[in-house]
């Protein structure tokens, strides 16, 4: 199957700043790329559908300020917590669309706010 | 798109086959069933997807009944790798993806 990186795999920052997380699609192009997150003993929420060169479309109930998601090319999405404080600590998940509308999934980035 | 219900867990010993039962009772004609797997801590992982024949892959095989309101994903001979958490999610095709609890399966030797 396609092969879909994150970076960073884990991450802890001071509350009040701002971490960017990256989704990368390595052997294909992606127009159409997905943010979920996991809380522990959780399952998947989706949280935004990101689409090369537009914005982002957010779910209900997730802030669009707080969660700054730029998709600037086909193979490349990156999603920024602003201001990240302890609540926001989960396990980020991104995801690209193939062309069978199969969604591949990225290894994760694990969040911890201090 | 239409709800699935899992069971919350299932055992399985090694080498037999694990059948994961998924009930979709309101799936529309257009509606395509994917199945996915979470190892702790990973990303879920694409198994299989069909959407009115069943389907067989290297993984698994997927039995959809004739009336579609129910499918069963098989593991025809797991391992303790195969311990995971199983999704299944009906969708429109190019719809999102809205993950529910799944069935947590746990393999023992």
């Known amino acids: 199957g396609a092969v879909v990186s994150q970076h960073p795999s884990w991450v802890i920052c001071k509350s009040g700043t701002s971490v960017k997380i990256e989704c990368r699609s390595l052997d294909f192009q992606a127009t159409t790329m997905f943010w979920y997150r996991q809380f522990p003993k959780q399952s998947l929420m989706l949280m935004a559908t990101s689409n090369e060169g537009s914005k982002a479309t957010y779910e209900q109930g997730v802030e669009k300020d707080k969660f700054l998601i730029n998709h600037a090319s086909l193979t490349l999405s990156t999603l920024t917590v602003t201001s990240a404080h302890p609540e926001d600590s989960s396990f980020y998940i991104c995801s690209a669309r193939g062309l069978k509308n199969e969604q591949f999934f990225g290894p994760g980035t694990r969040l911890t706010v201090l | 798109d239409a709800k699935t219900t899992q069971p919350t867990s299932m055992d399985c010993a090694e080498g037999r086959a694990a059948n994961l039962p998924c009930n979709h009772s309101t799936i529309s004609g257009n509606e395509y069933v994917y199945w996915y797997r979470q190892i702790h801590s990973q990303g879920p992982q694409y198994i299989i997807h069909g959407l009115k024949n069943n389907e067989t892959n290297e993984m698994a095989s997927l039995i959809i009944t004739e009336d579609r309101k129910s499918s069963t994903l098989i593991l025809p001979h797991a391992t303790l790798r195969d311990t995971a958490v199983y999704y299944c999610?009906?969708?429109?095709?190019?719809?999102?993806?809205?993950f529910g609890s799944g069935t947590k399966l746990n393999v023992k030797p």
């Open positions: 999610i009906v969708i429109y095709n190019f719809n999102k993806f809205y």
